[in-house]
Every structure is written in structure tokens, then in C-alpha cells.
């Protein structure tokens, strides 16, 4: 039996174990696979960024309230995160599956010579 056969799949076997309990983004309103298609692996989470929205943006928003802000809302903003570094899961548990795949078939490959 090829030795590198056997790392190779344990290395597949282990990134699929270390990427389920590195991800983040479980909610449990979600099924199995809606959560594995929303989840992923933060590398670096970033920093969150608000803009003032102006008040010609607030106009072309909500016309009906000819740029001044609308009850309850003193003050617009858009908010986004700058610098997110992220793997999604689905891209791992892919990548894990072709290394695990890989690793058994160098395996049955060693074995027939």
C-alpha cells in the first residue's frame, strides 16, 4: 500500500473536519444545506465602513420624501465590511473531496502493481 496514498487521504479527510469547525454563519432557521451554502471559513474578518448617505442619494432612495429623512430615521447609512478575507464552504468541502478522492485512488492504483 502507497504510504503517500494514506497521507494524501488523511489530509483530505482532515481539511473536511477543520473546515466544519472553523466556519462561521450556522443560523438554525436554515437546513443542512442551506447552511453549508451560507457558512465559511473567516481568514481575516475585516472592518466595517459607514457612508452617510447624501441627501440627493436620500431623494433618489425614497422620492416620497423629497430628500429629508423619513420618520424615525434621522440619519441614512450605507454600511459594508472592508478588507473580509473568506473561503465559502461549499469550496472546501469540494477541495477536500478531490484530495480525499485522489489519495484513494493512488492508493488502488499501488495496489494492483
Known amino acids: 500500500m502507497s504510504k503517500s496514498g494514506i497521507i494524501i487521504t488523511l489530509i ?8 466544519i469547525f472553523a466556519s462561521e454563519g450556522y443560523s438554525e432557521k436554515r437546513s443542512l444545506m ?6 465559511e ?15 440627493l442619494d436620500r431623494y433618489l432612495i425614497y422620492p416620497e420624501s423629497e430628500g429629508k429623512p ?7 447609512s450605507s454600511t459594508r465590511i ?6 465559502p464552504l461549499p469550496l ?3 477541495l477536500s473531496t478531490i484530495i480525499t478522492l485522489v489519495g484513494i ?3 488502488l492504483l499501488s495496489k494492483k502493481q
Not at 442551506?34 to 457558512?39: K, P, R, T, V
Open 12 to 19: 483530505g479527510i482532515g481539511l473536511f473536519l477543520i473546515s
Open 34 to 39: 442551506g447552511n453549508i451554502y451560507h457558512m
Open 92 to 94: 472546501l468541502f469540494s
Open 82 to 87: 472592508v478588507g473580509r478575507i473568506s473561503i
Open 41 to 55: 471559513v473567516v481568514i481575516y474578518p475585516g472592518r466595517l465602513e459607514v457612508k452617510p448617505v447624501e441627501p
Open 105 to 107: 485512488g493512488k492508493i
Open 70 to 76: 423619513r420618520p424615525g430615521r434621522d440619519l441614512l
